[in-house]
């Protein structure tokens, strides 16, 4: 199993950045695909970004694209989320979450370890 941790949320107006960071213990996550989620007040959990271990590809969801940023750093068993010209629909509590093998799933049915999470609040 997998323990993650999230760190780097807060608040913020729109129009700013923040990096997100996930850090990993228990057992590597070098083998794993990892993703983020948010989950905004009242509304379900929503697939954010997704990274392959294999190559470091990406997927993103269609509203962040262009200005959100997956990375990991295997060595450091850490993942990112950067965050860029935030808007106030981007607030919301946001999970790094851990997948066995190469596939960048959409679908948090098929991530099997996840953090708390952590609140990012993006005010107009």
């Known amino acids: 199993q997998v323990q993650l941790v999230e760190s780097g949320g807060g608040l913020v107006q729109a129009g700013d950045s923040l990096r997100l960071s996930c850090a990993a213990s228990?057992?590597?996550?070098?083998?794993?695909?990892m993703g983020w989620f948010r989950q905004a007040p009242g509304k379900e959990r929503e697939f954010v970004a997704a990274?392959?271990?294999?190559?470091?590809?990406?997927s993103y969801v269609d509203s962040v694209k262009g200005r959100f940023t997956i990375s990991r750093d295997n060595g450091k068993n850490m993942a990112y989320l950067d965050m860029n010209s935030l808007k106030p629909e981007d607030t919301g509590v946001y999970y790094c979450?851990?997948?066995?093998?190469?596939?960048?799933?959409?679908?948090?049915?098929?991530?099997?370890?996840w953090g708390q999470g952590t609140r990012v609040t993006v005010s107009s």
């Open positions: 979450a851990a997948a066995p093998g190469s596939v960048k799933w959409t679908t948090s049915r098929f991530y099997k370890d």
């Open positions: 228990g057992r590597t996550v070098s083998s794993y695909t």
């Open positions: 990274i392959n271990w294999i190559d470091g590809s990406t």
